[in-house]
């Protein structure tokens, strides 16, 4: 099915003077229809200029690359369904508006043939084809001519409306610049009727963004292409060996620590010789709870020079209450007490 479109052709007839450089191609306006009995147009009330919709259609035909074709009896519309050339009779390119006469064409150039056809009479009107806006009846763009005798070609109409819907699509500029502005406003977030107050903000929001954006990715990019600080970061490797040599000093430490700890209590008779092995233990375990032991246990003077070293006599008994020194170890360790005895036979 054929795209609707807000423009559409319509064709007109003028009387023609021989071989003439201006031609008509509108009347004065401001509202006109076909005097040819057709009863165009049937979509608008009547087709519509003045001085300023023609300044907008002499813009946009001094736009055109190529200049407007003039053929005979509307041949370039008609070819496609008939299969026939469509020889040109004449070209033109510029336009002129003439208050209280109309809209002229004012450089035609004819071809031989069609000078000589139209002094000898063989044609006698000019049929201008234009576009126009169906919502308004608007002119918009002059788009060709053609010689003619008959003003009421059967079928133009549809033709014409053919035409311009399969081929060119003609919308003015105005028409395209609110379909674009609405699809911009739809991908900003803002309703086609937003104020301009509303959507310059958020193309002012979006511009800041990006903005910022920017500005993060020059900084990334900057810092990516930076050499590492060596006063600031360190290789893995060393980290790693320094972390060894860290954790080797605190164990030699922590062995001395536990070392003299139990010598100085061996020394002052806080300990035995077979709580050494027991003492050593605790203090690389839980050097705090050594301490506090050793801080809390009596010290029994004879034991620093006993020939037993120590330990109890044959056949006596190595029973009796746990000290508040050995109860703290205990409860510090999860022992019970004839665990923590045997640990320290």
């Excluded at 609707?4 to 509108?26: C, G, H, K, M, N």
Aim: one cysteine or more; a negative charge; proline letters at 6%.
């Amino acid at each position: 099915m054929a795209k609707q479109t807000s423009t559409a052709l319509a064709a007109l007839t003028f009387t023609l003077a021989p071989a003439a450089r201006e031609i008509q191609l509108a009347p004065a306006g401001p509202a006109f229809r076909s005097a040819d009995g057709s009863g165009r147009p049937g979509d608008v009330p009547a087709w519509r200029i003045d001085a300023d919709i023609a300044e907008r259609v002499i813009a946009r035909c001094a736009a055109r690359a190529n200049r407007c074709v003039i053929d005979y009896e509307h041949q370039t519309l008609l070819a496609e369904k008939n299969g026939q050339p469509a020889p040109a009779a004449g070209w033109f390119g510029a336009l002129e508006w003439r208050d209280g006469q109309g809209l002229f064409a004012v450089d035609v150039e004819w071809t031989e043939r069609a000078a000589a056809m139209i002094a000898a009479g063989e044609y006698r009107y000019l049929s201008p084809v234009f576009d126009y806006d169906r919502r308004t009846g608007e002119v918009l763009t002059v788009r060709m001519a053609a010689l003619t005798n008959d003003p009421g070609i059967d079928g133009m109409a549809a033709v014409a409306l053919s035409a311009a819907l399969a081929a060119h699509d003609f919308q003015p500029e105005e028409d395209r610049m609110n379909e674009t502005l609405k699809k911009l406003l739809a991908a900003i977030g803002l309703p086609a009727d937003a104020p301009e107050a509303d959507a310059l903000a958020a193309v002012g929001a979006l511009k800041e963004k990006a903005g910022k954006a920017d500005d993060a990715q020059t900084q990334l990019a900057a810092l990516k292409a930076q050499a590492p600080d060596p006063a600031r970061y360190a290789p893995v490797e060393a980290m790693q060996a320094l972390q060894g040599e860290v954790a080797a000093l605190k164990a030699a430490r922590l062995e001395r620590e536990v070392t003299e700890t139990v010598e100085a209590a061996l020394a002052a008779g806080k300990l035995t010789a077979p709580q050494k092995a027991w003492a050593e233990a605790l203090g690389k375990s839980d050097l705090a709870a050594l301490k506090a032991y050793v801080t809390t246990a009596p010290a029994i003077t004879a034991l620093t020079g006993m020939q037993t070293d120590g330990k109890p006599p044959a056949g006596a008994g190595g029973g009796g209450a746990a000290t508040d020194a050995e109860v703290a170890v205990m409860k510090a360790l999860g022992l019970t007490a004839e665990e923590f005895s045997k640990g320290k036979e």
